[in-house]
Structure formats: C-alpha cells, structure tokens
C-alpha cells in the first residue's frame, strides 16, 4: 500500500484528506465521528466573536443533474451559530483526545487589529495545529465586512494575515474567495503578508434554482431568498484552474496549497495534488454521503499511487504543471480527429446532430436499415463534441494524426501581427508572469 500520509507546512497528517470548514466539524459530535473513520483532519467550522451570529431556515439549496444526481449544493448559513468558549473548550479536548489528528481553527472576524489579537490567543491555547483565515463566504458575513469583503481586496488580505502572523505562533493558512478575477493577487497578499499557504476554493456566488410556484429561490426563507455558496462536483473546474494558476505563477509558485473545491472520490484528489496542492479539504461529497467515503478516498488513493509507481503523496505533487500553460504556447500544428468505432456504435445520431447542428459538419450519414456514420476527416478540428455527446464510452475515439510539422505556437504562427522572432521564446516563460505585471504587458486581441 503507498504511504498516503504526508507534511502539510510543518504539519503531519495521517493521509492528505482533511474535511472542509463547514457543517460537518461544527461541533466535537462530528469531529469526533470523523475522526473515528479514518479523516487525516479538520477544520473547525468558522469561529467568530460573540454573540454569534444567528442562523436562519432553510439553508441550503440543490442543483440536480438529469438523474437527479447532486452537481452542486449552496448555502446561505453563516459562520457557527454556537458561542466562541463552547467551541474553544471542545477543540481543546478533541485535540487532546486525537494528539494524532490535525485540527485547524478557521476564523472571521472584523477587519480589525484589536479583534484579531483578541481572538488569537484563545485560539492558540486550545492546543490546534494551525488556524485558516475565512476571506472567503460570499453571503451574509460580507453585509459586515468580512468573509469575501476582505477577500476580494489584496491589501485587506495582506494586512490582516500580517496581523495573524504578528499575534499566532503557529501556521496561518488563507482561505482564498474564487469571486474575483485574477486569483493570483489576493494569493501574493496572503504571500506578502507571511501566511505559511494558502486553501482554495471557497464557495462561489450562486441561485441554484426557483420555485416556480412561489417565485421564490431556493433555499427559501418565508418566500425570501438571496445568493449563496456553491460547492460540490460542479465548481471542480473552477478550482482546479485556480490552483494551478497559483502553483505555476514565478511569485507563488512556492506558496503551499491546500486544494478545496468539488473533491467528490480519489481521482479528484490526485487531480488537485497534480497541480501542485498538498492535501485536499472535502465538504460536499461527505455532506451527501457520509463519512465512511474517506475509506473510498483512501483506498482508490493508494491503489492507484501503487499502479503509478509513486511511493508517497511527494513524488506526484506538481507533476502536471509543466504540462499546464499558456494558450499562445500550444502547437497549432497538432492534429486529433474523431474516429467511430462501428462495432460499438448504436446508431443513435446524437454524435450526428451535434457535429451537423453545432459544430464543423464533420460527421457523414449513410442512411439505411440501420444509420451508419463515419468521419471526414478533413473536416474534423477535433473539438470533441462527438465524443462527449456519444451514450457509449468506446464508440467513438479520438486519434492523433501525425501531420508531419514542427511544433508552431501562435508567438511564432506567420497569421500573428505580433508574432516574435524565432530563438527570443526566452522572453514567453511557460509561467505565469507576477500579475501586477502580467495586466501591465499582456497584449490581447485577435485576428
């Protein structure tokens, strides 16, 4: 079995999976439990000053797929409800009682010096690995000048985690809000100010649906309703992108990582690892299923780290950054068409109808007894519509057709006005270039 457990900045941890600030460790019943089943940590669900905030009914809201399966979940509650010494007194005792378990204080607070050193020193006592700065709920808490207000100001960011690392001994992670444009620099303000890393995703601004009987959007609150947190599978993309923006950024590129974001089994995790993430937090896959997926999760882990030939969470961390680049960076000589596998086929037209109604009218169809259709492959950009409209997995595969040409990327392509001189592709680095001069120098149009 590979060695799943791993060093997060300093920290130890049995295995990379810890569960998400949330609901789920918003008391020491849960914490508990999760514990119990196997979870490598937590972080305790937002602490605040008192009196703590009042929660409202209902709370969450759904966006189903076509079978019903859950894409995404939102929330519009609030940091804990429970009063600050409850929590502190019961952090202390699980810590105690799981001396091996990491337990992570995550804390919002207004955007003042005196609240956080008031705060800080509380927290400390309570024997907790480390604490996340929440600069991230979009709902609610931001009406007062937290969560997402702080988040989406690289200054604010910068100053408060500076005020942390002024007043806390131990590590300081910041929770970073995807409801922003360039995520690289509220990361360089977490930078900037000392935190130790860095965790993303937060939850994004969202209306999952409406009651189309009341006209009220769900969750609702006596008819009312207002945006909230979206999670779960359907903001993994999103995540996923954000990472590895940081992770291959030259100013951040060494800001640990903690992957947050739709983190539903195994394969997701080693996907956030791979773009350069430490560990992963996961909120919504164990609010739909349980606790006991951290077996899954473990399991499919390790498996496939031993099929792969990685000994531990190391040896894979990163790996598919230097695969992740800019768009002016990719050969445009390179050449994939779809190929169907007739045997395979059934006949049904949807790669059809998607090719010829909304694409490149790539697909040929042989009307008879039975619909047969095959590619032209001239015609085909290899856009992969087919593919992922296709009902049957091997039905229609995608081909690489060597086209006998160098590597041309757009820098050098004889269409681009602004095309650079060969041997300069010095001055186009794969990485990202620091953001405040990335917005400075980057050109952008089209031709």
């Not at 919504?284 to 031993?306: R, V």
């Not at 296709?390 to 006998?404: H, L, N, Q």
Request: hydrophobic fraction near 35%; aromatic fraction near 8%; include cysteine.
């Amino acid at each position: 079995m590979a060695d799943l457990s791993c060093e997060f900045i300093g920290i130890k941890s049995i295995n990379p999976f810890w569960l998400a600030s949330a609901p789920p460790t918003d008391k020491a019943y849960n914490v508990i439990r999760a514990f119990e089943a196997g979870w490598g940590g937590v972080v305790w669900k937002t602490l605040g000053q008192d009196p703590a905030p009042i929660n409202v009914s209902s709370r969450y809201g759904v966006h189903y797929g076509q079978k019903r399966e859950v894409l995404g979940l939102n929330n519009i509650e609030l940091i804990t409800d429970r009063s600050l010494q409850i929590n502190l007194d019961e952090i202390t005792q699980v810590k105690k009682d799981w001396p091996d378990r990491v337990i992570i204080v995550s804390l919002m607070v207004p955007c003042e010096e005196e609240a956080w050193q008031h705060i800080l020193p509380l927290v400390e006592a309570t024997g907790a690995d480390g604490i996340e700065l929440n600069f991230g709920c979009p709902h609610g808490m931001p009406e007062r000048g937290m969560g997402a207000a702080v988040g989406q100001i690289p200054a604010y960011v910068e100053m408060v985690t500076r005020w942390c690392k002024q007043y806390y001994s131990k590590p300081v992670i910041v929770k970073l809000t995807p409801n922003i444009t360039d995520i690289l620099k509220p990361a360089e303000g977490a930078m900037v100010g000392g935190a130790d890393a860095v965790s993303l995703i937060n939850t994004i601004n969202s209306i999952t649906s409406v009651n189309l009987d009341t006209m009220s959007p769900e969750p609702s609150v006596d008819g009312k309703s207002t945006h909230g947190g979206y999670c779960g599978p359907a903001v993994k993309p999103i995540a996923l992108s954000m990472v590895s923006e940081i992770a291959r950024n030259k100013a951040t590129h060494q800001l640990p990582i903690s992957g947050i974001g739709g983190v539903s089994n195994w394969r997701d995790a080693a996907e956030f690892i791979s773009l350069g993430a430490s560990n992963v937090q996961v909120c919504t896959a164990a609010m739909l299923f349980g606790f006991k997926i951290i077996t899954e999760l473990c399991d499919g882990l390790s498996n496939w780290m031993e099929e792969k030939g990685y000994r531990n969470i190391a040896e894979f961390r990163g790996a598919a950054i230097k695969n992740t680049t800019d768009w002016k960076h990719l050969n445009m000589n390179y050449k994939r068409v779809a190929y169907i596998e007739q045997d395979n086929c059934i006949q049904c037209g949807r790669c059809f109808a998607a090719c010829e109604d909304t694409s490149h009218q790539a697909i040929l169809k042989l009307d008879g007894i039975h619909n047969t259709y095959s590619v032209i492959d001239e015609d085909c950009v290899g856009c992969n519509l087919c593919q992922i409209t296709c009902p049957e997995p091997d039905a229609i595969v995608m081909r690489d057709i060597d086209t006998g040409e160098p590597h041309l990327s757009w820098l050098h392509h004889p269409a681009n006005p602004f095309r650079e001189e060969k041997g300069k592709e010095n001055m186009y680095d794969d990485n990202i270039e620091p953001s405040r001069k990335r917005h400075g120098e980057t050109t952008c149009q089209e031709t």
